[in-house]
């Protein structure tokens, strides 16, 4: 089996598993242009062009003024065109100082997230997909776990209660390293600057430790990714 082909069949596995994607949905993509957000979109336009389910996709690039994070522009305009999926472009910003203790991760989250939904809404989508792996769902869970004292994760299914939305996941069942080896040989262009935070973080220190745990221990990602899976934690309501 290729690694296209790994791929491919990962993500249609988890589609239909965590039923992600329903006839008649429109589905906007949270492009942020890294490696992650761009197979996404790749995979969610080949799938749409499959007679079923019928859906259609657009994607949403989310700049944020105040924080050194940046992708080129002209390289996601024309990687969207190529696929044929409509790219819209929003510019947003956060003041740090009246946020109290809350750290800058959380606020260029929030508020990214924040302009998605807004344009979801506006555009009258069913669905919004990030492109968080299995890597992310099992660094969470170990964040969770160690920080909260609670067992759970980001779920591939996430349906909110208060606006006819839907949060999906559909590369939860993708390892990371396979979406970099992909990237790598289908030359995706890297992100013109990274984001200044990415290395100070809790979700950074959980990386490392399961790094080090997946080296003692080679089947400690498919016992973590059972246990997730058994506690029914991947399909929710927020």
């Known amino acids: 089996m290729t690694l ?5 069949k990962n993500f249609n596995r988890a589609l239909g598993l965590y039923q992600l994607i329903a006839d008649g949905d429109k589905i906007l993509v949270g492009l942020s242009g890294g490696k992650d957000s761009l197979l996404l979109l790749e995979f969610l336009s080949r ?8 859906f259609s996709v657009e994607a949403v690039h989310v700049r944020m003024d105040n924080i ?3 992708t080129s522009t002209d390289y996601l305009e024309r990687f969207c065109r190529e696929r044929n999926v409509p790219l819209h472009i929003v510019t947003t ?3 740090a100082s009246t946020a109290g203790k809350k750290p800058a991760c959380f606020l260029c989250s929030w508020y990214r997230r924040k302009e998605i939904f807004n344009l979801a809404q506006q555009l009258g989508c069913t669905k ?3 492109g968080h792996h299995q890597d992310d769902l099992l660094h969470t869970a170990l964040m969770n776990l160690f920080y909260q004292g609670r067992f759970d994760t ?3 299914l996430l349906r909110m209660r208060k606006m006819p939305l839907s949060i999906i996941r559909p590369l939860c069942m993708l390892e990371e390293a396979d979406i970099r080896q992909y990237a790598e040989q289908h030359a995706y262009e ?3 600057k990274q984001c200044p935070y990415e290395h100070d973080s809790h979700r950074t220190d959980m990386a490392r430790l399961f790094q080090q745990i ?3 221990n080679p089947e400690a990602r498919r016992s973590l990714w059972k246990a997730i899976t058994e506690s029914g934690k991947l399909v929710g309501e927020s």
């Not at 799938?47 to 019928?54: M, Q």
């Open 93 to 95: 910003s956060f003041d």
């Open 128 to 130: 919004i997909a990030l």
């Open 68 to 70: 050194s994070y940046e």
């Open 47 to 54: 799938r749409s062009r499959i007679l079923k389910p019928r």
């Open 154 to 156: 980001m779920p591939a």
């Open 214 to 216: 997946e080296q003692q």
């Open 190 to 192: 890297k992100q013109v």
């Open 4 to 8: 296209d082909e790994k791929l491919w």
